[in-house]
Structures are given as C-alpha cells and as structure tokens.
C-alpha cells in the first residue's frame, strides 16, 4: 500500500515534484558505480518467517534480482549492507553473485566506508537505498540516499529521491532502470529483452 494520500495520479503535484526532482538529480544518477541496499524492508517487505527449527526465512522479488543482474552487466557494483543476519541473506547475495554481503553491520557507515575503500569507489559515486531511521546515518557516506515508498518518514524527508515502490515489492527494479538509462545498452534491452550472459 503506497504511503502517499490524495490524487496520485499522472498529473498530481507530488508525481510532478517527483519528476523534476528525479530530473535535478540526473548528473549525480548517472555517476553511480556502487549501489548499496539494506535488505530487510528493501530487498524484502520487512516481514520475518520462523521455521518450526528457528530458521529465517525470507521472500525475495524476482524483478529486483533480474534488475541487480543488469546493473551488474552494465558495469554497476552491487552491494548487500544489513545489521540482520539468518543465512537468507547470504544465499540470495551467493544466487545473485553479489561478491559483497555485508551482514550483521552494528556500524553501517563505518562498513560502508570499508567497502568503498576496498573497491577505490568515492562517496560521491556510491548510492544507497533503505527504509529506516538506521539507514540515515551514511547520509554522509554517499552520493545519492533513496528511500522506498514505505519507508519511515524520516528518511522519507531526508532522502534525496523517494521511489515509488515499496520495499519486496519492486524498489530495486525501479532504482535500476533508472539508471540503466544512462548506459549504452539500456535501448537494446528495452527493444529486444534481456538473455543472461556469463561476460
């Protein structure tokens, strides 16, 4: 369910504030060469199943893996950043071949910092999506800070670019066509569909 009241449609106030804002902020999305993602609540609807063992489980959106594998195609490092831990997070990194999951991060800007220095990718160029107040504090670690539509209002408020899909439910894609637009092979991709390749 969208957080947004009112009239939400193609000419509302708030979908025209949102394109211009999306259109203010081209030059920085097109800089982008580390997407970073919480996972619970963006990757996933927050929610938390227990087996009968204990186990974790959690539900995961096909279009938001098919839109991660693009983004790597594309040249676009993908990078998991969660303070959860469960091992669901983990396979899903493995099945996506994301190289780095970083889970059970107390610090997330101190993780994040880490990983922007292992990879020699500036702040500047580094994007990241969440959902809640903990999400905040890399405000200064990154370029581009996006919230999910169902995202706390704090963030919400604070956050450079609001999507308008909700954490499992797409977000992700959403985010990664936006910038797939900015590559060469986006045009093809839209014209003649996408086949997995292993370059």
Not at 161 to 169: F, I, K, Q, T
Request: one cysteine or more; glycine letters at 14%.
């Amino acid at each position: 369910m969208s957080v947004w009241s009112g009239n939400d449609g193609p000419g509302s106030p708030w979908r025209l504030r949102r394109r211009w804002q999306w259109r203010r902020r081209r030059a920085r999305l097109a800089s982008v060469r580390l997407l970073v993602l919480d996972v619970d609540g963006v990757l996933t609807d927050g929610g938390l199943w227990y087996g009968p063992q204990g186990e974790l489980i959690k539900r995961f959106d096909v279009r938001d893996g098919l839109g991660i594998r693009l983004l790597q195609q594309a040249g676009i490092e993908v990078a998991l950043l969660s303070g959860g831990r469960g091992g669901a997070t983990e396979a899903r990194a493995r099945h996506l071949g994301i190289r780095h999951c970083l889970v059970g991060a107390a610090d997330k800007p101190r993780a994040l910092e880490g990983l922007q220095t292992t990879l020699g990718i500036a702040p500047e160029a580094t994007a990241f999506v969440g959902d809640d107040v903990n999400d905040l504090a890399v405000r200064d670690r990154v370029g581009l800070l996006l919230a999910t539509a169902d995202a706390v209002a704090p963030l919400r408020r604070q956050a450079d670019l609001v999507l308008l899909r909700s954490g499992g439910d797409g977000a992700v894609r959403e985010l990664a066509e936006r910038l797939l637009q900015f590559t060469p092979r986006w045009r093809e991709i839209e014209g003649r569909g996408w086949r997995d390749r292993n370059d």
